[in-house]
């Protein structure tokens, strides 16, 4: 592993994954295990704000380190209840594959039960390594999403991301079209090819990140009948880090030294460097991603939905989308109260540990993006 993958590699992979929990403050190992032909450690990870698993492989005869990852800490509790909004007997779900060797990504089809022809939406993830699910925690929002939507007569359409199936591969000179923008697209491509699908009536719903990016998908993948931005970025994402750090409560020195790599990225000399894991490539073709520019260009009606509880997109965020869209016709934007980034319900402040409690979307975000998607059937 030594010579795959350099110090300076797993340094970045580290930061990448524990940057916004916090200094470490114990670890345990807790489970020792083989998997082929290795020796496998999980350890137990302690940070201020939460704890994280990490897997280390070892190889039994000379005990150099064969592979290092680090997950969510799989939840202990029991999965929540079915939604109530999700009813099976409606909807079937299909597999399939999008895009283009040698990024071939799995994805699942939501059809409703009947002939069509339906309304079809495309999922596009938050940042970071996501499956089609988008598994965060105990949660997993894009199922619920599609199959509460599915159980009101709308197809979805969810994917593996990028950078969930071939991280290993993609290597530092990452954009955020090979992350996001072209396999959005492709969804986009196959979901409307579909011969049960109203190719009339598709439509992007974009979180986080993915919200940010929903109406430049929209354009390149034009005609959709709009486009929906569960939580989405309104300013730059150095500053979006830097109040996520305020706000859980990180200490003085490391939100100064967070400042200072963020002026060293603003003034392009961060060098090798990196934030959060990612280079400074990565974070200026991020920011140069105009949303709310693109959403005026997209010529279609734009839904956006934030939660009161939600920590790492701010009501200034939201309030950034509402002055730039001031005054274009069929713009909507709905805060939702009690909810947090996930648009799960809770109370209390909130933080990364609650994303370990299983929950399900709240069921007025179906209601919203069913009315939004398919009045008609409402």
């Known amino acids: 592993m030594r010579t795959a993958v350099s110090q300076e590699k797993l340094k970045a992979v580290w930061s990448a994954q524990v940057g916004t929990y ?45 592979g290092f990852f680090i997950r969510p800490v799989p ?62 925690g105990a949660n997993k929002v894009f199922k619920d999403l599609a199959e509460g939507l599915a159980s009101r007569g709308i197809e979805v359409l969810r994917y593996d991301k990028r950078t969930f199936v071939y991280g290993a591969k993609l290597g ?23 011969p049960e699908i109203d190719a009339r009536h598709i439509f992007v719903i974009g979180h986080s990140m993915g919200a940010l990016l929903a109406p430049e998908i929209g354009i390149r993948s034009a005609p959709v009948a709009g486009v929906v931005l569960l939580a989405p970025p309104g300013r730059p994402p150095w500053d979006i880090v830097l109040s996520q750090m305020r706000f859980l409560g990180a200490s003085p020195k490391e939100i ?37 520019g693109m959403a005026k260009k997209l010529g279609a009606p734009v839904l956006v939905l934030r939660g009161t509880r939600d920590y790492q997109i701010m009501e200034e965020d939201v309030a950034a989308w509402r002055k730039g869209l001031a005054g274009l016709p069929n713009v909507d934007t709905v805060i939702l109260t009690g909810l947090n980034h996930l648009f799960i319900a809770g109370s209390g402040k909130p933080g990364p540990s609650e994303y370990d409690k299983p929950g399900h979307v709240d069921g007025s975000v179906i209601e919203r993006l069913a009315e939004f998607i398919a009045p008609e059937k409402e």
């Open 22 to 66: 916090g200094p470490l403050v114990s670890w345990t190992i807790t489970q020792r295990t083989q998997a082929q032909g290795l020796d496998v450690r999980i350890a137990l990870l302690k940070f201020d704000h939460g704890e994280l698993q990490a897997l280390v492989s070892v190889h039994p005869g000379n005990q150099e380190v064969g």
């Open 75 to 136: 939840s202990s509790s029991k999965p929540a209840p079915p939604a109530l909004y999700v009813h099976p007997s409606d909807f079937r779900s299909t597999e399939i594959s999008i895009g283009k060797a040698p990024f071939v990504l799995g994805a699942t089809l939501t059809v409703p039960v009947g002939l069509g022809p339906f309304p079809g939406v495309v999922l596009v993830h938050g940042s970071g390594p996501q499956d089609r699910d988008e598994t965060i």
């Open 172 to 194: 530092d000179s990452i954009s955020v079209d090979d992350e996001v923008m072209a396999d959005a697209a492709a969804a986009v491509t196959a979901l409307r090819a579909r």
């Open 256 to 292: 100064a030294e967070m400042e200072q790599k963020v002026a060293r990225l603003k003034a392009g000399t961060l060098g090798s460097e990196r934030l959060l894991g990612a280079p400074q490539s990565y974070w200026k073709d991020l920011a140069a991603h105009n949303g709310i």
